[in-house]
């Protein structure tokens, strides 16, 4: 059984974190892997572009992501709603809502470095800041 869905951040910085903050079983969402391809694209600098493919490596041998499957896509409609009912944007954070998305389909809490991506959120999902 799942315990919790890690967000990108919780990913990007999993060797740093206490091993007693993280679920005992976790799942990534596909949106995860996608956010990490672009990781490697996203630096000029080749050190650090090595370490993101690495990262991408490891996370993709790690875990089987959870896709963004028609639960997910009507789960999205109820985040949006959340989002637009707080008066902010959704075309910003779009990653990081289809991960709430995938999450609140999987019925799955959120484990995230960056709660307040999550703050409008609060009424539909479970997050957990780590």
């Known amino acids: 059984m799942t315990d919790g869905l890690l967000d990108t951040s919780v990913i990007i910085d999993f060797d740093i974190i206490p091993v007693e903050n993280l679920p005992d079983e976790s799942a990534i ?18 050190i650090e572009r090595a370490r993101r493919q690495d990262r991408l490596l490891w996370a993709s041998r790690t875990w089987d992501p959870l896709p963004f499957d028609e639960h997910a896509a009507r789960a999205y409609g109820r985040v949006f709603a959340s989002v637009r009912a707080a008066g902010r944007t959704s075309r910003s954070r779009l990653a990081d809502l289809l ?12 484990y995230t470095r960056n709660p307040s991506d999550f703050e409008q959120l609060k009424n539909i999902a479970k997050v957990r800041a780590i």
Not at 29 to 46: K, N
Request: proline share 10%.
């Open 29 to 46: 969402s596909a949106i995860t892997l996608a956010e990490l391809a672009a990781g490697p694209h996203a630096t000029d600098d080749p």
């Open 99 to 110: 991960i709430a998305a995938t999450a609140i389909a999987n019925g799955l809490p959120i």
